[in-house]
């Protein structure tokens, strides 16, 4: 079956530093992959969409790069605030997947001033 | 334009108690979704619906039900509470199930504990 997996341990960095984060996949090849964005007590906030056939995306201080041959996604905030602390979750999917969307368990950062 | 309205926000259940999750999107989406997230965990997908009147399972779907019988509204039914559905559930909705830029829209959660 299919298996995402993104860093179990939190994140910690200092502000102003690029933090990095992973999302790697198994058993399954997507067409996209979403990330997004969840604050404590809140729902999860869309961030950016990558294609496969699109290696990388930009969006201010985010970039994201899909590598489907170490089937592994990156998830880059350059110039990291406080503010960008949360949970980050990525979600994989196939192109007939039908909208259902699997996400993987997330990685909390914490950006220090 | 108020998005994805979940409520609601937090309830309480005893053992055995039934209830329902509303959930209500403006954006006129045909896709809508429910996710459980337990503490530590990622979202698991409950149930979904890519239209009015069509809906199918996901990852947990035991102990839920869901209708749809607008395009608007997707509630999800808890049958006999159960204390391992304690969960915060969300739900969420999509234009499509082709991924567009503007990725899914989420509600704000409602928390449940069954006791």
């Known amino acids: 079956s299919q298996k995402i997996e993104q860093n179990s341990e939190a994140l910690n960095i200092q502000e102003g530093k690029t933090a990095t984060l992973t999302c790697n996949y198994t058993n399954y090849s997507p067409a996209y992959l979403q990330w997004y964005r969840q604050d404590p007590g809140r729902g999860p906030v869309f961030l950016l969409l990558?294609?496969?056939?699109?290696k990388e995306k930009r969006k201010e201080r985010l970039k994201v790069t899909f590598d489907t041959t170490l089937k592994q996604s990156l998830f880059h905030i350059t110039a990291s605030q406080p503010a960008d602390s949360a949970t980050y979750l990525c979600a994989p999917q196939r192109d007939n997947q039908g909208g259902k969307l699997i996400f993987g368990q997330g990685t909390e950062l914490s950006v220090k001033p | 334009n108020a998005g994805v309205t979940q409520t609601p926000k937090f309830r309480i259940l005893k053992i055995g108690q039934s209830m329902t999750l509303q959930c209500t999107q403006d954006?006129?989406?045909?896709?809508m979704y429910w996710y459980r997230q337990d503490p530590g965990m990622g979202l698991k997908l409950i149930y979904y619906?890519?239209?009015?009147?069509?809906?199918d399972k996901g990852e947990v779907p035991n102990g839920y039900n869901v209708s749809r019988s607008t395009t608007e509204d997707f509630p999800l039914r808890l049958e006999l509470a159960a204390p391992s559905q304690t969960s915060v559930y969300f739900c969420?909705?999509?234009?499509?199930?082709?991924?567009?830029?503007?990725?899914?829209?989420f509600g704000s959660g409602t928390r449940l504990t069954v006791v």
């Open positions: 969420a909705s999509s234009y499509s199930g082709t991924p567009t830029n503007y990725g899914y829209t």
């Open positions: 619906s890519v239209g009015a009147g069509i809906t």
């Open positions: 954006m006129n989406h045909n896709y």
């Open positions: 990558i294609r496969e056939n699109e």
